[in-house]
């Protein structure tokens, strides 16, 4: 049988780790788009090799010609500049709104059925970027962020309680920015809420934590920002499209009505299955969590008019 092929544009950090990771589950062809294209054909035969030593027949196939991508089922974007120390996701606007418009119309002539997943930050504005530059259905076309965002979530949790992941319920819901939204109220861990197991001051401390779990990494990194949570986030997305798993993952997705937010790609609950996003999940959020939602929802409306101005959609 044929086996499913997915793309990845940007052979850099998250790129990479990306194609490491889905060339050791087996059960995808990958390609790997770099505009070095060089560094993609480089990295591409070293995961070929990593194959070989785990007995995975896949292909693994890298360069800067988007003939490459040609019948993919799914396409991931992560071509871009990342962050540096004391930088916003927000700075990269005009720099990565470039190179995602180009690289949408590069996609769309050679695999124009592929969903499209966008990891390129700010990841919300490059969603809508892509979504309209690519002209398709608003199911077809998700961004990365919520469930990088939740991970961070659960990590500063299981510090804080010493528990296993698998007993944490949590979500993060908004912006994949500084404005996201720790969604503290339906957080269980073994089925207790957040709230009966830690202080007020304990649970705003996670918050925090977990809104700059980002800049922590890249304050430390020093030349660029995180990529093994972030592949990993995407690896979930896509195996949950492919496998028609149906998981309800925060992803960032068109909203038309819900939560309150028209026309905008913003990070809500989505059933991901074969068909893309299949559902957005309205969850019953507290009086002050809506009011935080709006408010981060307010935030990527102002990135998606600099986007306007810009020029490029
Ligand atoms: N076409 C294809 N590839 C490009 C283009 C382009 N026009 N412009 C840049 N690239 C490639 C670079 O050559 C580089 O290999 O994108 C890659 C980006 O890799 P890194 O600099 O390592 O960045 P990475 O950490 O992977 O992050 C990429 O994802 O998480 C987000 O904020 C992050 O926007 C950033 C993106």
């Known amino acids: 049988m044929k086996k499913v092929k997915v793309s990845i544009i940007g052979a850099g950090n998250v790129g990479s780790t990306l194609a490491s990771i889905l060339s050791q589950k087996g059960y995808a062809d990958i390609r790997l788009i770099d505009i070095e294209g060089e560094?993609?054909?480089?990295?591409?035969?070293?995961i070929?090799?990593?194959?070989?030593?785990?007995?995975?027949?896949i292909e693994v196939i890298g360069g800067k010609d988007y003939s490459l991508v040609e019948d993919s089922q799914i396409s991931v974007i992560t071509a871009g500049i990342a962050r540096k120390p004391g930088m916003k996701r927000?700075?990269?606007?005009?720099?990565?709104?470039?190179?995602?418009?180009?690289?949408?119309?590069?996609?769309?002539k050679y695999?124009?059925?592929?969903?499209?997943?966008?990891?390129?930050?700010?990841?919300?504005?490059?969603?809508?970027?892509?979504?309209?530059?690519?002209?398709i259905e608003k199911n077809r076309v998700m961004g990365m962020g919520g469930v990088l965002d939740?991970?961070?979530?659960?990590?500063?949790?299981?510090e804080k309680l010493r528990c296993s992941y698998n007993s944490i319920n949590a979500i993060v819901l908004g912006g994949h920015g500084?404005?996201?939204?720790?969604?503290?109220?339906?957080?269980?861990?073994?089925?207790?809420?957040?709230?009966?197991?830690l202080h007020k001051s304990e649970i705003d401390e996670i918050v925090s934590k977990t809104k700059n779990g980002g800049a922590e990494i890249v304050n430390l990194l020093k030349t660029g920002s995180a990529y093994y949570a972030p592949a990993m986030a995407v690896a979930k997305m896509i195996e949950s499209i492919l496998f028609d798993k149906k998981e309800i993952l925060p992803c960032s997705a068109l909203c038309?009505?819900?939560?309150?937010i028209n026309n905008l790609f913003f990070g809500v609950p989505?059933?991901?299955?074969?068909?893309?996003?299949?559902?957005?999940i309205e969850l019953p959020l507290t009086k002050e969590e809506i009011e935080l939602v709006r408010r981060s929802s307010e935030s990527v409306k102002n990135t998606c008019k600099l986007l306007e101005r810009l020029g490029v959609m």
């Open 39 to 46: 560094v993609a054909k480089g990295k591409a035969i070293d």
């Open 48 to 57: 070929s090799q990593q194959c070989a030593i785990s007995s995975v027949d």
């Open 90 to 108: 927000e700075d990269l606007l005009e720099t990565n709104a470039k190179i995602v418009k180009e690289v949408v119309e590069n996609l769309m």
């Open 111 to 135: 695999s124009p059925k592929a969903y499209i997943i966008v990891v390129t930050n700010p990841v919300d504005a490059m969603s809508y970027l892509a979504y309209r530059v690519a002209g």
């Open 150 to 158: 939740t991970a961070r979530f659960k990590y500063c949790i299981r």
């Open 178 to 197: 500084d404005e996201m939204v720790p969604i503290t109220s339906l957080t269980t861990i073994g089925g207790k809420t957040l709230s009966k197991l």
């Open 256 to 260: 038309e009505g819900e939560y309150g």
């Open 270 to 280: 989505v059933k991901l299955g074969c068909k893309g996003v299949e559902e957005i």
